[in-house]
């Protein structure tokens, strides 16, 4: 529901989301926040991101299961409040993200169709390369004694992986990765972000989009056992295929989502272990214990 209507049916915007500071006070421990919100306000409305957050998990699931009343179409605001110079950099922005932020049934049609590119039969065959991508890597610090894992792995790792998945060529994961921070600066960062640092990501995010539209017609002319081919493949679902503008669309989704979660997850799992050292020696002499962990990070 968009800010407006929940201001006119709530009256005033929360106290408590004038508090919340996601990228400030509360990004290394937000969980006591959170608590204090559901005590005391489970629905609130965040100035610092523009959105509506909801913490207890009974009103999640309700808003989940009812995409009539809770609309996920253009959840994600095109901004047109955005200064004119950045909004004048934009102006050959063709691909926004309406094709993931959609409702049945065109978000089952996309669900289905991208599931089909990851399926674990095409998947399991590339665990060698990934392997071996993740021991070249360690091997880069190994001998150092100390590294910072986050910008010497756990960032380079995953965005090399979901490259590779999608037949990205590795000379471009640097363009890629800059790419991804200014749509990150665009979607979050519109309201504390100097003008210059918007238009900057402007540009990018529409240089992202010729890209990505070359990398399209490309895999058409030249098909591979990449995920991005597989997608353009008839199926046996009674879709109609993904579209080149769809393709083209959610290919910088994909690319966010395969790299920046996994990210995340490494992160926080390591600091996690760590700080729980007799944990971080159980884990490391019990394989079947890491996959254990490892799942209780992901959950």
Excluded: K
Excluded at 42 to 67: C, E, K, N, Q
Excluded at 157 to 180: E, M, Q, S, T, Y
């Amino acid at each position: 529901m968009a800010h407006d209507e929940m201001s006119d049916a709530r009256g005033v915007c929360p106290s408590l989301g004038e508090q919340f500071e996601p990228f400030g006070t509360h990004l290394d421990d937000p969980y006591p926040f959170y608590a204090q919100a559901r005590r005391e306000e489970p629905v609130f409305f965040s100035p610092a991101v523009g959105m509506w957050f909801v913490t207890r998990y009974d009103d999640i699931v309700r808003i989940l299961r009812d995409p009539q009343t809770f609309s996920s179409r253009d959840m994600i605001p095109s901004r047109p409040d955005m200064p004119p110079e950045v909004l004048s950099a934009l102006a050959r922005y063709r691909h926004p993200l309406r094709p993931i932020n959609t409702d049945p049934p065109e978000h089952t049609r996309l669900r289905d169709l991208m599931n089909q590119g990851f399926v674990p039969g095409a998947i399991t065959p590339l665990e060698p390369a990934i392997r071996s991508y993740a021991l070249e890597l360690i091997e880069e610090f190994g001998q150092d004694g100390q590294t910072e894992i986050l910008s010497r792995f756990a960032f380079p790792f995953p965005l090399n992986v979901i490259l590779h998945l999608l037949g990205v060529p590795r000379d471009d994961i640097d363009a890629c990765r800059v790419w991804c921070e200014d749509i990150a600066a665009w979607q979050w960062g519109a309201q504390t972000l100097p003008t210059e640092r918007l238009v900057e990501a402007a540009q990018g995010i529409v240089a992202f989009q010729d890209y990505c539209e070359a990398l399209v017609d490309r895999r058409r002319a030249e098909p591979g056992d990449d995920v991005l081919s597989r997608l353009m493949a008839p199926n046996d679902l009674g879709h109609e295929v993904l579209t080149r503008d769809e393709l083209a669309a959610l290919i910088p989704g994909f690319i966010l989502a395969g790299h920046e979660t996994t990210s995340n997850l490494i992160g926080n799992g390591l600091r996690l272990l760590l700080d729980r050292p007799g944990l971080w020696a159980s884990v490391l002499g019990d394989a079947e214990l890491l996959q254990r962990a490892i799942d209780e990070v992901l959950r």
